[in-house]
């Protein structure tokens, strides 16, 4: 397909810098990085893969020709490359940070707009779950048992024969209010805090990709930071041009923030060892 071959060509710098980086196993004289089953879904959910766009089924069954005997993905230099037509490659904006949203009165319809165009792109939790509590619990007032009385009934069943309680949060009501005949609800800065919280501990593959990007930026400029303050730490040397000194290390750390070197900043080849956004507790084997 025409489109495949042309996100192939957008991607090829980066998956070529990822084929560097990643260790790699020998097999019949030829290179591979090889994958484990659980890795899959570990790197789709990480920020490479364009989730929007790729089902996860069909990300996994694009390994399928890589499957050896030993139950392991092996990907060879030409398969991996060919794997840059499901990355993620547009724009990387800046993660949502709740807590510089205003605290105040919001519209009901207006609060809700925030959470669809920036909460929910930022939680992996599912938008209909997310719909559910902000109709029932936060303009309903209904507490946590009333909204999911189904699923918690079955929680504490299980919670039950295994000698386990649970107890569930108090809410102190809706926090809708009416003025001038139209209603309200009054964000705190605890609601904001509690906001975070939610995308920290659920954030999407978008926002993981989001808050690497920003780290390593964030990271990049403090180097540069420090070399400016410092030049003898950064091992400058006297007679040496500071702009010059620094100058490579600028087209090294900022030219990779595009595919196009003419599209300006536009971060869509952002290099990156992907293996520094994983949070999880169990890290895939390599990439």
Same mark, same amino acid.
């Given at each position: 397909?025409?489109?495949?071959?042309?996100?192939? /060509?957008?991607?090829?710098?980066?998956?070529?810098?990822?084929?560097?980086?990643?260790?790699?196993?020998?097999?019949? /004289?030829?290179?591979? @990085? @090889?994958?484990?089953?659980?890795?899959?879904?570990?790197?789709?959910?990480?920020?490479?893969?364009? =989730?929007?766009?790729?089902?996860?089924?069909?990300?996994?069954?694009?390994?399928?020709?890589?499957?050896?005997?030993?139950?392991?993905?092996? @990907?060879?230099?030409?398969?991996?490359?060919?794997?840059? *037509?499901?990355?993620?490659?547009?724009?990387?904006?800046?993660?949502?940070?709740?807590?510089?949203?205003? @605290?105040?009165?919001?519209?009901?319809?207006?609060?809700? #707009?925030?959470?669809?165009?920036?909460?929910?792109?930022?939680?992996?939790?599912?938008?209909?779950?997310?719909?559910?509590?902000?109709?029932?619990?936060?303009?309903? %007032?209904?507490?946590?048992?009333? =909204?999911?009385? $189904?699923?918690?009934?079955?929680?504490?069943?299980?919670?039950?024969?295994?000698?386990?309680?649970? #107890?569930?949060?108090? =809410?102190? %009501?809706?926090?809708?209010?009416?003025?001038? %005949? $139209? *209603?309200?609800?009054?964000?705190?800065?605890?609601?904001?805090?509690?906001?975070?919280?939610?995308?920290? #501990?659920?954030?999407?593959?978008?926002?993981?990709?989001?808050?690497?990007?920003?780290? !390593?930026?964030?990271?990049?400029?403090?180097?540069?930071?420090?070399?400016?303050?410092?030049?003898?730490?950064?091992?400058?040397?006297?007679? /040496?041009?500071?702009?010059?000194?620094? /100058?490579?290390? !600028?087209?090294?750390?900022?030219?990779?923030?595009?595919?196009?070197? #003419?599209?300006?900043?536009?971060?869509?080849?952002?290099?990156?060892?992907?293996?520094? !956004?994983?949070?999880?507790?169990?890290?895939?084997? *390599?990439?």
């Amino acid at each position: 397909m025409a489109d495949d071959a042309y996100l192939i /060509k957008v991607n090829l710098r980066a998956m070529d810098y990822i084929w560097s980086q990643v260790p790699k196993e020998i097999k019949n /004289k030829k290179e591979y @990085v @090889v994958y484990e089953k659980d890795d899959l879904p570990f790197l789709y959910y990480s920020g490479l893969v364009d =989730t929007e766009r790729v089902p996860l089924e069909e990300w996994q069954k694009a390994f399928e020709e890589c499957l050896g005997e030993d139950g392991r993905y092996w @990907v060879d230099y030409e398969k991996l490359i060919s794997l840059g *037509k499901y990355r993620y490659h547009k724009v990387v904006n800046d993660p949502f940070d709740p807590l510089k949203m205003r @605290v105040g009165k919001y519209s009901v319809e207006r609060l809700w #707009n925030v959470f669809e165009n920036s909460i929910l792109p930022s939680c992996i939790l599912p938008k209909e779950f997310l719909k559910r509590i902000y109709d029932s619990m936060v303009v309903g %007032g209904k507490s946590l048992e009333d =909204t999911f009385s $189904k699923e918690i009934k079955k929680a504490k069943e299980k919670a039950k024969e295994a000698g386990e309680e649970i #107890n569930l949060p108090k =809410t102190q %009501g809706s926090l809708v209010f009416t003025e001038g %005949g $139209k *209603k309200y609800i009054n964000v705190t800065r605890d609601h904001l805090l509690r906001i975070k919280e939610i995308l920290d #501990n659920y954030p999407s593959p978008r926002r993981k990709l989001q808050v690497g990007v920003h780290e !390593l930026r964030m990271e990049r400029l403090q180097k540069l930071a420090d070399i400016a303050i410092n030049r003898e730490a950064s091992g400058f040397e006297a007679g /040496k041009d500071f702009r010059e000194d620094t /100058k490579k290390s !600028l087209k090294d750390m900022l030219v990779k923030a595009s595919e196009n070197k #003419n599209a300006g900043r536009k971060p869509t080849g952002e290099e990156f060892n992907i293996a520094d !956004l994983q949070k999880s507790k169990r890290p895939p084997s *390599k990439f």
